[in-house]
């Protein structure tokens, strides 16, 4: 695993906030928190940043890289707290996002902040008040939803065995979720999917026979028919005994990005990257 010398220097902007930056950083200090990109084996993304003693997860960024979305719990954060790192000024500053610390996803034109079944808008002077997806969303359990550059959203159920469904933008009209396929709906729980931008594939999680331990991220890839391929495991350069859950692809298309939980509580979890490249690997010929 590479080592990065990172300097933590802390200031208030705002009022709220720390700021960090990097000395003689390998990668551009624009991208990616000033971070040294990782090969084809995953790598812990910013752990002298992030890394507070407890649990950190949920990754998302904005569609411009400048945003990073985070979840945080523990210490004086006693329920699960959302964090942005945003490139201000020639740097990095870190602050908290009140008051709902949804699962969060930037959608691809960068206007709308997803949180499960809550959402906000950007406006010119940054992100909207948290408002509700409309019914029927706003009746169902929703932990993650993603949503692609057509709109259509692809979303989870927090029920005992976990669905994945989708609901696609008609005529400017929302449709009624449909169930996504059995090869994806099936196992113990499934849970926490990611839709790429032009849907060609689907990521997601969940505990089934034969995996490696605990939950495992899957792909499964969109084929000529418009139906979804067999489940794919990502193997165990990515897969552990542990929680691997939330996988996501950065809006550039070069890092794969999840979180890996340590324990059943959830109480201890990092955030993870790898070369995209790894996804590719595994596109059937």
Do not use: C
Not at 236 to 262: A, L
Request: hydrophobic share 30%.
């Amino acid at each position: 695993m590479h080592r990065i010398s990172i300097v933590l220097l802390f200031s208030m902007i705002s009022m709220s906030g720390n700021s960090y930056s990097k000395d003689k950083s390998p990668a551009s200090k624009e991208l990616y928190l000033g971070q040294k990109p990782p090969g084809l084996i995953s790598e812990r993304f910013a752990p002298s940043i992030l890394d507070k003693g407890f649990r950190a997860g949920s990754a998302a960024f904005s569609p411009d890289l400048k945003e990073f979305y985070f979840r945080r719990r523990g210490g004086e954060y006693k329920k699960n707290t959302l964090f942005v790192i945003q490139y201000k000024d020639k740097q990095w500053i870190e602050s908290v996002v009140p008051p709902r610390a949804g699962q969060p996803f930037v959608s691809p034109d960068g206007n709308i902040l997803h949180l499960g079944k809550a959402y906000r808008e950007r406006t010119h002077s940054g992100w909207s008040e948290v408002k509700s997806l409309d019914a029927p969303f706003n009746d169902l359990p929703i932990m993650r939803l993603t949503a692609s550059s057509k709109g259509t959203y692809y979303f989870d159920e927090a029920t005992e065995i976990g669905n994945i469904r989708y609901s696609r933008l008609i005529d400017g009209k929302r449709e009624a979720p449909r169930s996504v396929s059995k090869e994806i709906n099936t196992g113990k729980w499934t849970a926490h999917p990611f839709i790429a931008p032009d849907e060609s594939y689907i990521i997601w999680d969940s505990e089934r026979d034969g995996g490696y331990g605990d939950s495992d991220l899957h792909i499964s890839f969109r084929q000529q028919d418009g139906s979804w391929g067999t489940a794919i495991n990502l193997g165990d350069k990515i897969n552990t005994k542990f929680q691997e859950q939330f996988g996501s692809v950065t809006p550039d298309g070069k890092y794969f990005f999840f979180h890996r939980s340590y324990d059943n509580k959830g109480d201890k979890a990092d955030i993870y990257w790898v070369d995209a490249k790894i996804i590719e690997n595994l596109r059937p010929n």
